[in-house]
C-alpha cells in the first residue's frame, strides 16, 4: 500500500476528438482529453469530454480502441447523467464500434478513427 504513488493525469485542452454530439451530430467545443497513461507503452487510455451547446457534455473512453460507448456527463471528467431523447432516457449511447466484425477488432484500428465513432442511431438516419 505505502509504496502505491498515483499518477497525476494529464490534460490536453483544445484538442481535438472524433466524437461529435451524439444526438445532433455537431462538433464539440470546449474539447478536453485526459491521458489516463498507458499500463503499457503501447496501450492508449485516454478519455474525451466536449460540449454541445444545446445537449450538454458527452465523454467517452478509449483504450485503445473506439469507444463502445459516449456517454452524457454533468461537466468534463464528472458523473453520467440522465437524458431523454425522443421520449426515451438513455444513459449511454452505443457507437457503431459495437457491430464491427470480430477481424476489424482483432486488427489494429486507429482508435480515433472518426468511422467507429459515430453512434449507432445517427447511421440509421443517415441511410
Ligand atoms: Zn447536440
Known amino acids: 500500500m505505502d509504496s502505491f504513488v498515483p499518477v497525476p493525469s494529464r490534460e490536453k485542452t483544445g484538442a481535438r476528438t472524433p466524437m461529435r454530439c451524439p444526438v445532433c451530430d455537431t462538433e464539440l467545443r470546449g474539447v478536453a482529453i485526459r491521458d489516463i497513461g498507458g499500463i503499457t507503452a503501447d496501450l492508449a487510455w485516454e478519455v474525451h469530454a466536449g460540449e454541445c451547446s444545446e445537449h450538454g457534455w458527452f465523454q467517452a473512453e478509449v483504450i485503445s480502441q473506439p469507444p463502445r460507448e459516449i456517454f452524457p456527463v454533468t461537466r468534463p471528467f464528472g458523473v453520467a447523467r440522465r437524458m431523454v431523447v425522443d421520449g426515451d432516457e438513455l444513459f449511454a449511447f452505443s457507437t457503431v464500434w459495437n457491430d464491427v466484425p470480430a477481424s476489424v477488432k482483432?486488427?489494429?484500428?486507429?482508435?480515433?478513427?472518426p468511422r467507429y465513432w459515430r453512434v449507432r442511431g445517427q447511421v440509421r438516419q443517415s441511410i
Do not use: E, G, I, M
Open 106 to 113: 482483432l486488427s489494429r484500428v486507429n482508435p480515433l478513427d
